[in-house]
């Protein structure tokens, strides 16, 4: 029903733009630019005295910024008679200002107490209707006293025929000592309405500091026995609205009540938002009283600005129409309210509940409203609502009901719309009388920033009645198409079909709602389709016969004669393999009338024959009707099913949670979800099953023990077809098989989402089962450390850092290596491999002395990918030493080692600055397993005996039973040892690998304590520089230095015992012949005497 309810909207939104007023042909008529013609209009039919000529049509116009016939006046406004005519500028000023008098059409200048400059004559305009009076007000007429000149406006009263009959002051003769507080500035005639019982009500909305009134006066032509009294709203104290009220700014009356007359007045300033005063009088007293008051939504949104009265609901009780214009809210602009249960807010005292109408965003939706009297001819009042804002301009055309007001306009007309777009088009309106006498009621339309009117005159409505007949076997016919079995090929239209197929026939009846008027000949569009006219559906499950191409729609003209009546009998074909046999096939069928279009008539020609255009009635022109599907229901004839849902996985399932399984991965190959199906109500057609899955896994086929077919409807989710119908008490099993092996490493939950349903009506509506798995990935991980050179020599020279230019200068090669292997069962998307590096030796200082000299970065050798980084502020080869030229490594490295033992102490090579302070290593003794000592060096990370950083390496898709080695490679600094170290035993060099498990990948290890790992360098010191001395012990040493004084000692004394002290030869110097002695060479003798001196 709600679908059916959705065709009807879409088909009426669809169909407002066409209604009865026709925009393409209408009557525009021009005034003088500047002068605000079209400012406000009215409708008015003079008719003739003697009865027997036409009704004359006049449009009349207000002018208030014209200039007007009165001498020595400067625009003053006027009023305009326009007749239906094809000129736009055969206008006719009326006569209002400066008759000599009533009788003289003479015109004399305005005297000394008043002024009409700029009063504004035209400002508003009334006619009483066809044949009645008609009203033209300057509200800016002043009057001039001595000292004084007020405001105060008035109206003229016109016949018919648009001559003088009266002139309406309000304010005249009253006080106005203080001015505006109290008569000064009346503003009479801001609006008016003439009234069926020959009143004038005009609206005055500056009295006492513009609280405002309206003022009721008689203009019957019944002189002696009309009511002379002069009623008005309630002032001053008893004024229902405070100062600055504006109340009058628009009257209007109507049977509000079902009491007779009622008033009302518009006060758009009141109480912020606005208000309406309803007001009733009684005979012979002036104040009228105040019935209630309407209250306006929105602070400032000139609730009351205009308001009309309608009986839009044909209960013949007025109905109150109000506009907002300034009301705004989001994309809109401007709001009418519609009020219908006046009579009960009154009599029972009931709180209004208005339709609410809203127009556009800055469109001022409500500025202008009028009656339009029964447009359509359904027997209730219509009403147009101006919005001169939206675009050029625009008139919004509603409908009445007897539920009141249709809130989906019939018809919307832009200025746009016409040959000529009028700006400001929908400033004023004015409607119910027929101008063109053709039947129907048509709309004046003001735009005075044009200077300009336009008249849209409403088409001939055609009523047409749509039916849809099914030939029964018996040869009568009936409404209802009969339900149509999918099993069987042929029909009664078309027996030997090898389709399943159907027929009926789309009837119409046309006449007139102008019942006295003669139909003519009509020519339709007959148009047919199936399922596709809402937009919903994309394809048809049906075909048209008859040669139509297989098309799901029938495009016919056809021709009415006198008859206007008219059957098409259509065959339908149901497409092969249709799932949907429950859902009936829903057609709409649609009329419409094959015309000419209208063509504006240029200036002087005649207006063109609205009869020629006619419309059909919207409301019967579609119709929406289906066929059905024969079904294994009840009575009732709708299928209620009971779809019983099981299911399991084919995994472990758990003992605490129902529907609870671990799926450990790796294990098991597939993953299979195993469902039963029932049906325990009746047939359920195009019965479904879905499963909604991880889109990780994927699906690999399914099986069943009857003819299900199951597909992947999108990327998670399998539907299976298990029946069309699936018939009551039927059991299928279904076992559908999924591939775990793409799941996202980072998913911890498998969740399978299970229902089934169908087009029939589910008895009761069942929660989805929903079977969840926790995914188990196990992986065990191992690691080994290892040395590639696992020993290696140093000694030497020392050698300063800024001496090696090369990296074979810094000392051997080392390389340490670590494999990580994985033993399964699943896969490791991502691991990494922290690398403790011991780089230097530990210190107390920020940096110590080179160790291992990294000289390159380290590699990943797997058969995923992998990569190492080194932490900030680290970076392979720092000092940018230059590779080895073209030796060996360690051939040159050795013989260096041996060189340096045979160089002469002035030629060692320049050693850096030794760091006297450094703290060293301390070494343990060792004592082997026969007994000797070792002095022992290690340096490693986790003792603290070496600075480290970490190099991490990223391992990725480690796959079971797959390894990835890590290489690390680096330079023993040979000089540090050789510096520290010459006399130990033996160094040991270690760095340390741990495995780490990134946050996101979730996987599950029983052993973790081979994830940790360690490589270990030894390094020995040269045995030609390590000669193994057995230390002397102290006492031999004292015992040694006493013994040898003790024989230093007896040695002397047997000496000299011996005379060995005692000089054999005389001293020559004793002796007085010194000459005796002299060197005979000369030589000596010279450098004897170089002794002397």
């Given at each position: 029903m709600r679908y059916y309810q959705l065709i009807l909207i879409i088909l009426d939104v669809c169909l407002i733009y066409s209604f009865n007023l026709e925009p393409r042909i209408p009557v525009i008529k021009k005034?003088?630019?500047?002068?605000?013609?079209?400012?406000?209009?009215?409708?008015?039919?003079?008719?003739?005295?003697?009865?027997?000529?036409?009704?004359?049509?006049?449009?009349?116009?207000?002018?208030?910024?014209?200039?007007?016939?009165?001498?020595?006046?400067?625009?003053?406004?006027?009023?305009?008679?326009?007749?239906?005519?094809?000129?736009?500028?055969?206008?006719?000023?009326?006569?209002?200002?400066?008759?000599?008098?009533?009788?003289?059409?003479?015109?004399?200048?305005?005297g000394n107490d008043e002024i009409k400059n700029n009063q504004w004559l035209g400002v508003t305009v009334r006619s009483q209707g066809i044949g009645g009076k008609v009203m033209v007000c300057a509200h800016r007429h002043i009057v001039r006293t001595a000292d004084s000149q007020w405001g105060q406006g008035q109206c003229y009263i016109l016949t018919q025929d648009l001559k003088y009959q009266d002139l309406k002051k309000p304010c005249s003769g009253k006080p106005t000592n203080k001015a505006h507080e109290q008569f000064g500035y009346c503003q009479a005639g801001t609006s008016g309405v003439l009234t069926s019982e020959d009143r004038v009500v005009i609206g005055t909305p500056g009295p006492h500091t513009w609280r405002g009134t309206l003022y009721l006066f008689t203009i019957s032509d019944d002189f002696l026995n009309r009511d002379n009294t002069v009623y008005n709203a309630p002032?001053?104290?008893?004024?229902?609205?405070?100062?600055?009220?504006?109340?009058?700014?628009?009257?209007?009356?109507?049977?509000?009540?079902?009491?007779?007359?009622?008033?009302?007045?518009?006060?758009?300033?009141?109480?912020?938002?606005?208000?309406?005063?309803?007001?009733?009088?009684?005979?012979?007293?002036?104040?009228?009283?105040?019935?209630?008051?309407?209250?306006?939504?929105?602070?400032?949104?000139?609730?009351?600005?205009?308001?009309?009265?309608?009986?839009?609901?044909?209960?013949?009780?007025?109905?109150?129409?109000?506009?907002?214009?300034?009301?705004?809210?989001?994309?809109?602009?401007?709001?009418?309210?519609?009020?219908?249960?006046?009579?009960k807010v009154y009599k029972e005292y009931e709180k209004s509940k208005p339709i609410k109408l809203v127009g556009r965003e800055e469109s001022r939706f409500g500025f202008a409203l009028t009656n339009l009297g029964d447009l359509n001819k359904d027997g209730y009042d219509d009403i147009a609502i101006g919005a001169p804002y939206e675009k050029k301009g625009t008139v919004y055309i509603y409908l009445g009901s007897k539920n009141g007001i249709i809130t989906i306009p019939s018809q919307v007309i832009h200025a746009e719309d016409m040959p000529e777009p009028l700006q400001t088009f929908g400033y004023s309106l004015s409607g119910g009388i027929d101008m063109d006498q053709n039947g129907y009621s048509d709309l004046l339309v003001g735009a005075y920033e044009n200077d300009a009117v336009a008249l849209l005159r409403s088409k001939k409505i055609i009523d047409i009645t749509t039916y849809i007949r099914y030939l029964k076997k018996d040869g009568t016919f009936q409404e209802k198409i009969e339900p149509i079995d999918p099993n069987k090929f042929g029909c009664s239209a078309d027996p030997h079909s090898n389709h399943t197929c159907f027929s009926f026939e789309a009837?119409?009846?046309?006449?007139?709602?102008?019942?006295?008027?003669?139909?003519?000949?009509?020519?339709?569009?007959?148009?047919?389709?199936?399922?596709?006219?809402?937009?919903?559906?994309?394809?048809?499950?049906?075909?048209?016969?008859?040669?139509?191409?297989?098309?799901?729609?029938?495009?016919?003209?056809?021709?009415?004669?006198?008859?206007?009546?008219?059957?098409?009998?259509?065959?339908?074909?149901?497409?092969?393999?249709?799932?949907?046999?429950?859902?009936?096939?829903k057609f709409r069928l649609n009329y419409s009338l094959i015309q000419e279009e209208p063509v504006m008539p240029s200036e002087g020609e005649p207006l063109p024959d609205i009869k020629n255009y006619p419309i059909l009635n919207q409301q019967e022109a579609a119709r929406v009707f289906e066929a059905t599907f024969q079904k294994d229901c009840g009575n009732n004839d709708i299928c209620e099913s009971d779809l019983q849902v099981k299911a399991r996985l084919n995994l472990s399932a758990s003992s605490v949670k129902p529907n609870f399984y671990?799926?450990?991965?790796?294990?098991?190959?597939?993953?299979?979800?195993?469902?039963?199906?029932?049906?325990?109500?009746?047939?359920?057609?195009?019965?479904?099953?879905?499963?909604?899955?991880?889109?990780?896994?994927?699906?690999?086929?399914?099986?069943?023990?009857?003819?299900?077919?199951?597909?992947?409807?999108?990327?998670?989710?399998?539907?299976?077809?298990?029946?069309?119908?699936f018939k009551k008490d039927k059991l299928v099993n279904i076992q559908v098989r999924f591939d775990p092996k793409e799941l996202e490493d980072n998913k911890s939950q498998l969740e399978f989402v299970i229902f089934a349903n169908s087009t029939s009506k589910e008895i009761k509506?069942?929660?989805?089962?929903?079977?969840?798995?926790?995914?188990?990935?196990?992986?065990?991980?191992?690691?080994?450390?290892?040395?590639?050179?696992?020993?290696?020599?140093?000694?030497?020279?020392?050698?300063?850092?800024?001496?090696?230019k090369h990296l074979n200068e810094v000392g051997p090669k080392v390389s340490h290596v670590y494999e990580v292997f994985n033993e399964g069962p699943w896969r490791v998307s991502s691991l990494e491999v922290r690398i403790s590096w011991p780089y230097e030796v530990a210190n107390d200082k920020a940096h110590g002395k080179w160790l291992l000299y990294l000289e390159e970065i380290p590699i990943v050798q797997a058969s995923g990918d992998g990569e190492c980084i080194l932490p900030p502020g680290q970076i392979v080869n720092p000092l940018k030493l230059q590779d080895s030229i073209s030796y060996d490594d360690i051939d040159i490295f050795q013989s260096a080692i041996s060189t340096s033992l045979t160089l002469p102490h002035n030629h060692t090579i320049r050693m850096r600055n030794r760091r006297d302070t450094e703290k060293v290593v301390n070494t343990?003794?060792?004592?082997?397993?026969?007994?000797?000592?070792?002095?022992?060096?290690?340096?490693?990370?986790?003792?603290?005996?070496?600075?480290?950083?970490?190099?991490?390496?990223?391992?990725?898709?480690?796959?079971?039973?797959?390894?990835?080695?890590?290489?690390?490679?680096?330079?023993?600094?040979?000089?540090?040892?050789?510096?520290?170290?010459?006399?130990?035993?033996?160094?040991?060099?270690?760095?340390?690998?741990?495995?780490?498990?990134?946050?996101?990948?979730?996987?599950?290890?029983?052993?973790?304590?081979?994830?940790?790992?360690?490589?270990?360098?030894?390094?020995?010191?040269?045995?030609?520089?390590?000669?193994?001395?057995?230390?002397?012990?102290?006492?031999?040493?004292?015992?040694?230095?006493?013994?040898?004084?003790?024989?230093?000692?007896?040695?002397?004394?047997?000496?000299?015992?011996?005379?060995?002290?005692?000089?054999?030869?005389?001293?020559?110097?004793?002796?007085?012949?010194?000459?005796?002695?002299?060197?005979?060479?000369?030589?000596?003798?010279?450098?004897?005497?170089?002794?002397?001196?």
């Open positions: 005034g003088l630019n500047g002068s605000y013609f079209g400012y406000s209009v009215a409708e008015h039919q003079e008719i003739s005295h003697d009865g027997i000529e036409k009704p004359k049509s006049w449009m009349l116009i207000g002018a208030p910024l014209d200039e007007n016939k009165q001498p020595k006046t400067n625009k003053s406004g006027a009023l305009w008679q326009c007749p239906m005519t094809t000129y736009k500028t055969d206008c006719i000023q009326v006569i209002t200002d400066g008759r000599l008098n009533v009788e003289s059409d003479d015109l004399i200048p305005p002032m001053q104290d008893s004024s229902p609205v405070s100062k600055y009220s504006y109340l009058g700014m628009s009257v209007t009356v109507g049977n509000f009540f079902g009491t007779g007359l009622a008033y009302a007045a518009g006060a758009p300033r009141s109480n912020g938002t606005g208000q309406v005063i309803l007001l009733t009088r009684r005979d012979n007293k002036p104040d009228m009283d105040v019935a209630f008051i309407l209250d306006g939504e929105q602070f400032a949104s000139s609730f009351g600005y205009e308001i009309t009265s309608a009986d839009v609901n044909g209960d013949k009780i007025s109905d109150l129409i109000i506009a907002a214009p300034f009301y705004f809210n989001k994309a809109e602009g401007g709001a009418v309210y519609v009020y219908t249960t006046l009579q009837c119409c009846k046309t006449e007139s709602l102008v019942k006295e008027e003669d139909m003519q000949n009509l020519k339709l569009n007959y148009y047919i389709e199936a399922e596709t006219y809402t937009g919903i559906k994309k394809f048809s499950r049906v075909w048209f016969g008859a040669g139509y191409s297989r098309l799901h729609y029938v495009n016919r003209t056809v021709n009415l004669d006198r008859k206007f009546e008219h059957c098409q009998k259509e065959i339908i074909y149901l497409k092969e393999n249709t799932r949907d046999i429950q859902s009936p096939i671990e799926l450990l991965l790796g294990e098991k190959e597939e993953v299979v979800v195993d469902v039963n199906v029932s049906n325990i109500g009746e047939s359920a057609y195009e019965a479904q099953l879905y499963i909604l899955h991880s889109q990780s896994l994927n699906y690999i086929a399914s099986k069943s023990n009857d003819s299900v077919i199951c597909n992947l409807y999108n990327t998670s989710t399998v539907s299976c077809s298990i029946g069309n119908p509506e069942k929660e989805p089962i929903k079977l969840q798995a926790t995914i188990l990935k196990q992986a065990e991980l191992s690691i080994k450390g290892s040395a590639k050179i696992q020993w290696a020599v140093y000694g030497g020279p020392i050698i300063g850092e800024s001496a090696i343990r003794t060792i004592i082997d397993k026969d007994g000797h000592r070792h002095q022992v060096v290690s340096m490693n990370c986790k003792a603290g005996t070496a600075k480290c950083f970490d190099i991490t390496c990223f391992i990725y898709n480690l796959q079971r039973k797959q390894e990835a080695i890590i290489t690390v490679k680096a330079r023993l600094w040979n000089s540090t040892l050789v510096e520290d170290y010459p006399k130990v035993d033996k160094v040991k060099i270690s760095s340390n690998a741990r495995i780490i498990i990134p946050p996101n990948v979730i996987i599950q290890q029983e052993n973790l304590k081979d994830d940790y790992a360690i490589a270990e360098t030894i390094v020995y010191p040269d045995i030609l520089d390590h000669q193994d001395v057995e230390p002397v012990p102290i006492w031999i040493i004292i015992v040694a230095v006493v013994a040898g004084l003790l024989l230093f000692i007896l040695l002397t004394l047997v000496l000299r015992k011996l005379g060995f002290f005692k000089r054999r030869r005389p001293d020559p110097t004793l002796s007085g012949n010194l000459e005796k002695h002299r060197d005979d060479n000369p030589e000596s003798e010279a450098l004897f005497k170089r002794q002397i001196l």
